[in-house]
Every structure is written in C-alpha cells, then in structure tokens.
C-alpha cells in the first residue's frame, strides 16, 4: 500500500521559511515523478514545484520545474536513502498560503493528505 505523508506545514511570517517533508512507503520516490501541489479554497489545484525520477539505479536524474511564481525561492528535492520528498520555502508571502500536497506518479496517481501553509503578519 503507497502512503504518502507530509508534514513541516505551519504558520509563518512574511519573508520566513518553512520546509515541506513527504514521506513515502509502498513507493520509492527515486523511481517515480514525485511533485508538490497547493490549493486555496474555491480555486483548483495547482502545481508548485516537480521532480523527475531516475530511470536506472546507475543514473540520476535532477531535472526539476516551478511554477513561475516560486521559482526562485521555493525547491525540491528528495532523499533517496529516506525515501522522502522536500519543498523548501523561502521568502514566502502571504499568497503562498494554502494546503501543500505531495504527489507521486507511478502506474496511478498517489496523494498526501496536505499540509497548511499559512503565511500571515
């Protein structure tokens, strides 16, 4: 059974930093396009920040891609050895407020339960 787990949410102030976790079992996130997804309530999901998988043990693959409005001061990553995802988030603003969701795709698509970012003042 996949499961996908974050946590690090929390409530920030402007310009501070949080780091996102997603820890994954049933799954090895090194293998799969591993992402993470925000929503804000009445709007739809939207996707913040990918990571590709490895094709083979011998071959590591780095590429990533952002959304344009956190590229620069969000990143992802990912530890093989722990099987978990990352989003580190600096210089946050009060419209990256929303529930984070980790997301994995292999032969279907698996979803975290979410993580509240709340960044206020």
């Known amino acids: 059974q996949v499961r996908l787990v974050e946590s690090g949410g929390g409530l920030v102030q402007p310009g501070g930093s949080l780091r996102l976790s997603c820890a994954a079992s049933?799954?090895?996130?090194?293998?799969?396009?591993t992402a993470w997804y925000r929503q804000v309530p009445g709007k739809q999901r939207e996707l913040v920040a990918s990571?590709?998988?490895?094709?083979?043990?011998?071959?590591?693959?780095?590429?990533?891609e952002y959304q344009s409005s956190v590229r620069g001061r969000f990143t992802i990553s990912r530890d093989n050895a722990k099987n978990t995802l990352y989003l580190q988030m600096n210089s946050l603003k009060p419209e990256d407020t929303a529930v984070y969701y980790c997301?994995?795709?292999?032969?279907?698509?698996?979803w975290g339960q979410g993580t509240q970012v709340t960044v206020s003042s």
């Open positions: 997301n994995a795709v292999a032969t279907r698509t698996y």
């Open positions: 049933g799954i090895m996130v090194r293998y799969v396009r």
């Open positions: 990571h590709a998988g490895d094709r083979d043990p011998n071959t590591e693959d780095r590429t990533t």
